[in-house]
């Protein structure tokens, strides 16, 4: 069985017998015979959950028109709470399709998934204190 996790409107995660795959919903264009329809585009690789939600949170903010810390804060902040709420226990997220996290989700895997979320945003706070220092951001 592989899972088919949906974080929010943009990105999926689902999966094969050997990693975890990051994928973006995408629309197909007017030159195609299924124009309008979506479709998922793999974006990434993982051997484990917790890089994925690594690399989900730096391509968020790689892609994002951020121009303070402020807003990169956010977009981490938004990114982490759509993932944590996608795999909280007991809780079906947007299109949870033939997926229990109770069963087929260790709570070792949950809590590598936490900790990946605050390291995000732990480094978010080193690089704004050393902006802070050097003179270049407001504290």
């Given amino acids: ?15 094969d017998n050997l990693q975890f795959i990051l994928n973006q919903v995408a629309v197909k264009g007017d ?6 329809e979506t479709y998922l585009k793999a974006v990434g690789y993982y051997h484990s959950i917790d890089l994925l939600v ?4 730096q391509r968020e903010l790689r892609q994002s028109d951020a121009t ?14 759509a993932c944590l709420q996608a795999f909280k226990v007991g809780m079906k997220p947007l299109a949870f399709v033939g997926f229990d996290p109770g069963e087929d989700m260790s709570e070792e895997e949950r809590h590598r998934i936490e900790k990946a979320l605050e390291e ?19 504290g």
Avoid at 31 to 36: R, T
């Fill in 1 to 15: 069985m592989s899972i088919n996790i949906q974080i929010n409107e943009k990105y999926i995660i689902t999966s």
């Fill in 31 to 36: 030159n195609s015979n299924q124009a309008g």
């Fill in 54 to 57: 690594k690399a989900l949170m």
């Fill in 68 to 81: 303070t810390l402020q807003q990169c804060q956010q977009i981490i902040a938004d990114t982490a709470a």
């Fill in 120 to 138: 995000s945003q732990r480094h978010l706070f080193t690089a704004e204190s050393h902006l802070v220092r050097m003179g270049v951001a407001k």
